[in-house]
Each structure stands twice: as C-alpha cells, then as structure tokens.
C-alpha cells in the first residue's frame, strides 16, 4: 500500500454517530502519519486520562491502538468526532519519551506515526498478561528461618547448596517463577518443584512475566583497578547528581571498560531506575550475557529482531510499567517507552549496525545522547576505536572523555604487521601469503589458535567465462552474483536472487568455462584445509551459523580451543574473547577501502583494529597481520604503528578542508522507481531547484552506487549544510516545491553513513 492511499484510508470518519462531548484529546496512531488526530473522550474513560495514556480509537474502518498525545485539545470547528474506545492499564507514556519520538521525527524527517511505531513494537503487549505460577518461602520454611541462628543452622544444613541457594534468594519475599530461581541459583526448576513438594516452597499467582525485575546489586563486580575505580566512581557520583551528562569511556579492547559501565548502571539502579545498555546486534553474545549474570545474578531483558513474541509482550510491558531494570538490546530497544529511564550506555558507539537504513532512517548512537538529553539522565558512550564524530565532541569539550590506556592485567596488545602482497605472494588461485602460512604453521605447533578474517561470506565473489569475459551479475541489482559452494548456488547478497550455478555461460554458451575470481571465507577454507589437512578448522559467517544455538556452539567450541583455525566474517570480529587465540590474519585488509565512501578509512580502521585486538588477550602476546597491496596507506601504518589519535587527527583536518561531517551536515536524497526514465526526469528536475547558496549546496544528482537494487533505479543527490543552517528545513521546503509523481520514491536520509 502506498504511503499516500494509508493515509486517506486514516482519516477518521467525521459523521460518527454519538454527539461529541465536551473533552477532545488528539492521539497519535503508528502509521505512517504526521499528526495526531482528536478524539472525544467518552465519560467511562475517566476524566484523568492523562497525556501518554495508550488508547484503542476508532480509525477508517479499524479499532488501533494509539497514544494520548495532547490531553486537551481543541474541538475542530466542524463535524462530529469519533469517541475513543478504551484505554488500556498500563502507565502512560513519559513526557520525555514523547518529546523524543516528537523530535526523532522531525530530525529525520520521518512521519511521528511511523516513530511511534518502533515504541509499540509489541503487538499485544498492552492486553493484560495472563498469571504465571510464582513461589516464594512457605509459612513452614519462613519459620524454621526466622528462628535463632543455631535452629536455623541446623535447618539449612539437611539441604544441598543449590537449595540453600534458593532459601537466601527467597528471602527477600518476592516470588519468583521457577525459571527465573533456576537461573538466579544455578539449578533446574525441578529442584524448586521438588521443595514445593515437601511444603518448603508455596506458590502465588503472579500478573507479570517482566523479566529482569530484581537485579542483584549487592552481588559487586570485580575488584576494580585504581584506573578503572576512578571512571566508576566518577560516572556514578554524575548518576547520583543528576541530569543529562554526556561520557565517552575510551581504552583498548580489553581495558575493562564493560566493567566500568556495570558500576554506572547498579548505581542507575540504585536510584530506583531503569538503565538500558545497546550494542551492536552482532555483539549480543552469550558471553556478554554470561557476564551480566555474574554481576547483576540475573538475565538482563533482550530486545533484538529474533525475539519470540512472548519475549517480546513481556520484556515491553516490563520496562513500560517499570518492572524490568535492565534492557540490553540492538539499536531498536532505545525506542521502547520506558518509565523511568535513569541511565543509557552505547557500546560499541563506532559500530556502522546503529545506523537504521530502511523504514524510519535513524542513527541510534545519536537518537540515544538525544533520548539521554530529553529525560536528563547521563548517557555513556563506549569504544576502544570512538567514532570522529564522537571525538569531535570530546575534543570540544560537550562529552567527557574518561581514558584508560592499558588492558585489564597488564595483558599486552598484539603487534601488528604489514605483509606486503606485491612481494609475498601466493600462486595463483591462492589467497593467503607464504609469510602467514608459515605463522600460522608455528602457531598450531605451539598450540595457538589462529582467526583468518575476511568479510565475505560464499566461495567467490564473482563469477566469470573464461572465453567471452561475462560476470554474472544479479539481473535486479547493481552487484555479481556470490558463489556458495555449500548449497551449489550464485546469490545476490543485496536481494535474495539465487540460482544453481549453470554449466553454460549464458552469454557465449561455451561448456564449463565459468570460473570463480577472488575469496570468500568457503574458499579460504579450502585453501587451509588443504594446507593443513590435520588441523580443527571452523567457518564462521552469518549463513553458516543461521541459529543462535548453533551459533553458540561453535562460539564455545572455539573458546574450549576445540578448533585450530577460525575463519570468520565480520561476526567473530566483535564482543568475544577467546583466550587461546594468539595469531590473527586478515586475508584482505585494503578491501573497505574500495569505494568512494566518507568514512571508508575510518571504518578501516576501527574493523581491522577491532579484529586484531582479538589475538593475545590473556598472558599471551597476540600477533595480527595484514595482508595488503597498499601498506603505505595511512590506515595501514596507523594500525602497525598504534597511532590512534594521530590518524584521528589527520581525518579530522582532511574532513574540515573537504568541508564534510562532522564539521558540516549532509542529508542523502534517494530518487528510486521502477521507471528508469522517469527517476532521471525526476531527479533532474529536483536538481533544477535544489538548495545551493550561502553555506549550502547541493551536489549531483548522479547514478547512486548501486544504481539498480531490487529492481528499482536509483539516483542520488547530496544535500551539505553548514552546521548553523536549518538543514532539514531547506530539504523539506525544497521537496515541498516539487511534485513527485506517486511511482517514485524520494528517501531522505539524515546525516547518511552509507553510500549506497
Ligand atoms: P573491554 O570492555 O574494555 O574490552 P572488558 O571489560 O571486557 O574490557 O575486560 C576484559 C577482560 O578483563 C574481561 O575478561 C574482564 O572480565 C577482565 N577484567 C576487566 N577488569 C577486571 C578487573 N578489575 N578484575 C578482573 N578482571 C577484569
Ligand atoms: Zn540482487
């Protein structure tokens, strides 16, 4: 359905039958629409219907849910209005969290309907929860414990640790599922099953499921080092004092920082709040969760996109009523409504995953700072490899930077060497230099572990006929086909498309003249397997590990050192710790750097430093090589030598005389439709009149990247502003001006991060 026919088929109906009231509300509804509409308010909805208040109104022919937006709005001057239908018990919507979704809109601008949208992102979440069973100390239990120490003694002494566990845990008088006890008291619930069977344990009817309701915060951390302590302390007493307060904690991979920011989010917790920590999704491991469980003794709420619906109606209506303290979750979890947010911590703030590129396009690294800004609460930004932009506001003095220099334990980073492709090569048809060969050889001798990373899933990335020079190519979008020597397939990574590889070139015809150019991680495999027969090799990328349990496996599988040799993609470059692996080699490190994007060095360098830091993390020094054409390129010598700061330094005043961010604004405008002539009709015409004069020009429009995706042909422009001019102002005044036939899509994309 297109934008325009939704919206016609939402505006509420003006003959309703009752006579309209004497109070109007408006309330906003999650489609794709820019402003609330009013309602009366029928008398059984009570007079103290508040702003926030989650709703059920009429709309066109349906019943939505929708939220109270202005609690006192004017009667239109003329028609009748609609009633509302009910509201729903849950507490309202924060003023803050509705400031946020406000403005999120029109910074980005995206309909508010479409923002509030990400908010509700659980259908049914606001229909009452049905009761689960809950146990809690029964009145036998309950005496034998609150008797003099030496009854009790010999009361707790008859159990195993496991149940005295569960009589500690219990004590606080709060009834818990039998799930959650197990997994606060490392046991399985039938233990708790079988104390209830001896009368020990009584259970309860319990209205919610919320998860993370009672994190432990007297359990304590780690012992903090002296550097570590003083960030800690600092983030806290900012905590304590109150209001919005921006940090960036800076240090190498392995430096503590996640220990640091556990302190700040007990301290949020021991205010009374709730604390929300982001992190890439591909970071959401296990050992992340294993983690949290050890400092906090229970799981934090997840919210990512594999989430059942169960999970997700319980963890939204727990931070909704403020029952779940912890959320930890990908970029979408900063939009749920949370009733009493005290504290937010970005993890990973660099990570390219934040940038939300269809639907409502946002950043949430920087969502976040605004969210953190709206409620007053500190926000805390994590990174051994800080984004420009991020750095650009330490180094102007808006965020506080806390720096740790070293890693945790006097655990040492790992060297970093060059190999230089032009002189070591391998034969050909082979990807992988004699050099780290050879390493790799010492390596498995001494019984290391070794990660080889490229980041490119399938054998090959591209297919060609060796007679005619035909590339196969995927017949809707500017990209070859992947070749997946698992499945026997060719792919578009971009769409879907996919078929078996053919035995014929469709182009000439000859016979088995197809031939596969380049790596992708299968072929790595092959080259290693072949080399190293007798060694325990692994791939990992995200189709060869599709589920989260099969994914886990092989995850613990490394860290036991059951395998010699990991082959990853960008997945096994984050978040994980693998304490035997000591060499890690990068098949091609120049391969961000192709392309004409901003950021393609900076990116360079925060994956490739993000994925050496994997080697050496315990006693043993690491070493990572990188194999490159270019290593006189300032990302290569950068990494080899350390020299964050310096190559930080050289980006910011290359970008400063470029005029690009973050020291101006740019806003992406994507022209796509199926009608190739019409998208370059249109996107001239928009060129015609686009925004240019004092500190704002426009540039292009030109063939964006990918010039064909889905099917659909794609121009571009690029709107720069300087950082005092009203930027989505002058696009949407100009986009105004234009008629854009209902065929074409025109996407604006604020603040782009991808080129594409
Ligand atoms: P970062 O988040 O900076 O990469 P982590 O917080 O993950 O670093 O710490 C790296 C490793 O060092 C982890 O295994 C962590 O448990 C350990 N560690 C960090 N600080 C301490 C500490 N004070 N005492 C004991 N272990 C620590
Ligand atoms: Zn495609």
Same mark, same amino acid.
């Given at each position: ?313 319980? @963890? ?6 403020? %029952?779940?303290?912890?959320?930890? $979750?990908?970029? /979408?979890? &900063? *939009? #749920? ?95 992988? @230099? ?6 790799? %050889?010492?390596?498995?001798?001494? $019984?290391?572990? /070794?990660? &080889? *990373? #490229? ?302």
């Amino acid at each position: 359905m297109t934008q325009k026919a939704l919206f016609d088929d939402m505006i509420p109906a003006q003959d309703a039958a009752q006579p309209a009231p004497g109070r109007v509300c408006t309330v906003l509804v999650p489609y794709p629409v820019d402003k609330a509409y009013s309602y009366a308010v029928p008398d059984d909805l009570g007079h103290d219907l508040a702003a926030g208040t989650y709703v059920c109104v009429p709309l066109g022919k349906r019943e939505v849910l929708g939220v109270v937006w202005d609690e006192h709005a004017a009667a239109p001057p003329r028609g009748k209005l609609k009633n509302m239908i009910a509201r729903y018990d849950v507490p309202p919507m924060p003023d803050s969290h509705r400031a946020f979704i406000d403005w999120v809109a029109h910074y980005n601008m995206a309909p508010k309907g479409f923002v509030l949208k990400m908010a509700l992102g659980a259908a049914g979440a606001l229909e009452p929860p049905k009761p689960v069973t809950a146990y809690k100390l029964s009145s036998v239990s309950l005496q034998a414990l609150g008797a003099d120490e030496q009854a009790r003694e010999k009361f707790l002494r008859q159990f195993s640790p496991q149940r005295r566990r569960i009589f500690a845990l219990l004590q606080d008088g709060i009834p818990r599922r039998a799930a959650e006890i197990a997994d606060q008291c490392a046991c399985s619930p039938a233990v708790v099953k079988g104390l209830l069977e001896k009368n020990l344990l009584e259970t309860e009817h319990l209205f919610s499921a919320a998860p993370c309701r009672n994190p432990d915060l007297a359990r304590g951390g780690v012992r903090l080092s002296e550097d570590q302590q003083m960030a800690a302390d600092h983030l806290c007493e900012k905590i304590a004092d109150g209001g919005f307060y921006a940090a960036l904690i800076d240090g190498v991979t392995g430096a503590g920082k996640t220990e640091i920011y556990f302190e700040a989010v007990a301290a949020a917790l021991k205010s009374g709040k709730q604390a929300l920590i982001l992190l890439p999704e591909i970071a959401l491991s296990n050992a992340f969760l294993d983690r949290f469980r050890r400092r906090f003794g229970c799981a934090p709420a997840l919210w990512h996109s594999a989430l059942s619906a169960g999970q997700r109606k319980a @963890a939204w209506r727990g931070v909704a009523t403020g %029952e779940t303290k912890v959320v930890v $979750g990908a970029r /979408s979890a &900063l *939009f #749920l409504p949370y009733h009493d947010l005290g504290l937010i911590v970005i993890d990973e703030e660099h990570d390219p995953a934040y940038k939300q590129e269809d639907g409502v396009i946002y950043h949430a690294r920087d969502m976040a700072v605004v969210r953190a800004h709206k409620g007053g609460i500190p926000v805390v930004m994590v990174s051994a490899t800080p984004s420009l932009e991020t750095m650009a506001n330490v180094w102007d003095g808006r965020y506080e930077g806390l720096h740790l220099p070293d890693r945790h334990g006097g655990a040492t980073l790992p060297d970093i060497h060059l190999i230089d492709m032009k002189n070591d090569k391998p034969e050909r048809g082979f990807f992988i @230099a004699p050099s780290l060969m050879r390493k790799i %050889e010492e390596n498995i001798a001494a $019984g290391g572990q /070794s990660l &080889l *990373f #490229l980041n490119r899933r399938g054998y090959a990335p591209l297919t060609l006929c060796r007679t005619c020079g035909h590339r196969l190519s995927c017949p809707r979008c500017t990209a070859w086909l992947v070749e997946h020597r698992k499945t026997g397939r060719l792919h578009c990574h971009h769409c879907g498309y996919n078929l078996p590889v053919p035995k014929n070139c469709a182009e000439c015809g000859d016979t088995d003249s197809l031939t596969a150019c380049g790596p992708g991680v299968e072929r790595v495999y092959e080259e290693i397997t072949q080399h190293f027969p007798d060694a325990r090799t692994v791939v990992l990328a995200s189709d060869t590990a599709e589920d989260h349990e099969k994914l886990r496996a092989i995850l613990e599988g490394i860290r036991d050192h059951d395998y010699d040799i990991i082959i990853g993609t960008q997945i096994i470059a984050k978040g994980h710790h693998f304490p035997k692996l000591t060499l890690v080699g990068v098949i091609d490190a120049d391969l961000g750097l192709q392309g004409g994007d901003l950021r393609a060095a900076e990116r360079t360098y925060q994956l490739l430093h993000q994925v050496a830091g994997r080697a050496g993390r315990e006693d043993l020094q690491g070493h990572a090589y990188l194999q490159t054409y270019f290593p006189q390129n300032k990302v290569m010598q950068a990494l080899a030598a350390h020299g964050r700061d310096a190559f930080l330094e050289v980006e910011s005043d290359e970008r400063e005389q470029a005029g690009m961010p973050p020291f101006t604004r740019l806003a992406g405008i994507i022209v796509s439709g199926k009608d190739e002539q019409m998208v370059m009709d249109v996107a001239r015409d928009l060129g015609k009149t686009a925004p240019r004069g004092e500190g704002l020009d426009t540039l292009g429009p030109a063939e964006a990247p990918f010039y064909r995706l889905r099917g659909h042909y794609r121009r571009r422009l690029l709107v720069r502003a300087d950082k005092k001019i009203n930027l989505q102002k002058a696009v949407s005044d100009w986009l105004a001006r234009n008629k854009i036939p209902s065929s074409i899509r025109v996407y604006v994309d604020i603040d782009p991060q991808s080129f594409f």
